[in-house]
């Protein structure tokens, strides 16, 4: 009968069962990211209209901008991806825009030893001293590529493809665990 599978579909997340897990004093949360909307200034626009159309200023290379209602994270050469809002329509004239909402998943990493489980994971030193709130980077981690984000001292936004969801929540776990043994 037409439409009857329709009645069963439901959206899940995509850690939906996976998380939250909490080894220790180490702690790992999906994020409800909201929209993500990846944004590229077209050559020539005005800065000033981007960030207008944004609401939050576009990130410096290795930086993120905003707070948790609307984030702007950098992900490349002249890219970011706008977390938590939609742009104003108004952007389009000035930097090419794709919805991404349902290409990535987040988790937060919180605790104190965060950045000594992600050590484990990731080539780039993520200590406070040398990778402070607000700074961004696109690494690898394992084997999948990731942009990682110091939300504050004791917090990592952690994203990833959709389709690595669980290899993520499965390596995070491994590296959490080898800390808390540690301890």
């Given amino acids: 009968r037409e439409g009857a599978c329709v009645d069963r579909l439901q959206a899940t997340s995509p850690c939906a069962g996976l998380l939250p897990i909490k080894i220790g004093t180490l702690s790992v ?3 409800e990211a909201g929209p993500i909307t990846s944004v590229t200034p077209l ?3 005005s800065m000033a209209a981007v960030e207008r159309a944004l609401g939050v200023p576009f990130p410096e290379p290795l930086q993120s901008t905003g707070d948790d209602a609307r984030r702007c994270v950098w992900a490349g050469q002249g890219e970011a991806l706008l977390m938590g809002a939609v742009p104003d329509p108004s952007l389009k004239a000035y930097a090419a825009v794709v919805d991404q909402s349902d290409a990535w998943a987040v988790v937060t990493l ?3 030893a965060g950045a000594d489980a992600l050590a484990r994971l990731v080539p ?3 200590r406070l ?5 607000g700074v961004t980077v696109r690494t690898q981690l394992g084997h999948m590529n990731a942009s990682i ?3 504050d001292e004791q917090t990592f936004m952690i ?7 669980g290899t993520l929540v499965h390596d995070l776990q491994r590296a959490l665990e080898a800390v ?4």
Avoid: I, K, N
């Avoid at 994203?159 to 969801?165: K, P, Y």
């Avoid at 808390?180 to 301890?183: E, I």
């Fill in 180 to 183: 808390a043994a540690r301890g």
């Fill in 159 to 165: 994203a990833v493809f959709r389709s690595m969801a």
């Fill in 110 to 112: 919180r605790g104190d």
């Fill in 149 to 151: 984000t110091r939300l």
């Fill in 124 to 126: 780039v030193d993520l």
């Fill in 43 to 45: 050559q020539g626009a």
């Fill in 129 to 133: 001293a040398q990778f402070g709130a």
């Fill in 29 to 31: 949360e999906e994020v």
